[in-house]
């Protein structure tokens, strides 16, 4: 079981950056597959960045050339660096966590294959 706990949201104007941390407990992150979701009110959560055990990634194409999901295995971390931020990424911040990564990148990115949620972290990017 993986308990993800999220940090390094905030407030920057466009073309700013900002990095996300999520931090997870329990002994099976090193072999989990680990994304970084996004959802704004009224709106359905969205995949953003997904990494898996051997480190491949994949991205929505939103968001593909100006963020990069990273994770520390010693440190049970997992990041998102943001650069190139704009008005339309403001959005809470979500870490999440599945056993193993499937290997077709549409299901990877769909947050109803997750199990384990951190609580969020507010991203506001403005104009």
């Known amino acids: 079981q993986v308990q993800p706990v999220e940090s390094g949201g905030g407030s920057v104007q466009a073309g700013g950056s900002l990095r996300l941390s999520c931090v997870a407990s329990g002994y099976a992150f090193r072999t989990s597959c680990m994304g970084w979701f996004r959802q704004v009110p009224g709106k359905e959560r969205e995949g953003v960045a997904v990494?898996?055990?051997?480190?491949?990634?994949d991205y929505a194409a939103s968001v593909k050339g100006r963020f990069t999901i990273s994770r520390d295995n010693g440190k049970n971390t997992l990041y998102l660096q943001m650069n190139s931020l704009q008005p339309e990424d403001t959005a809470m911040f979500y870490c999440?966590?599945?056993?193993?990564?499937?290997?077709?990148?549409?299901?990877?990115?769909?947050?109803?294959?997750?199990?384990?949620w951190g609580q969020g972290t507010q991203v506001t990017v403005s104009p």
């Open positions: 990494i898996d055990s051997s480190g491949n990634t």
């Open positions: 999440a966590a599945m056993e193993s990564c499937p290997s077709w990148v549409p299901v990877r990115l769909n947050p109803d294959y997750y199990k384990f």
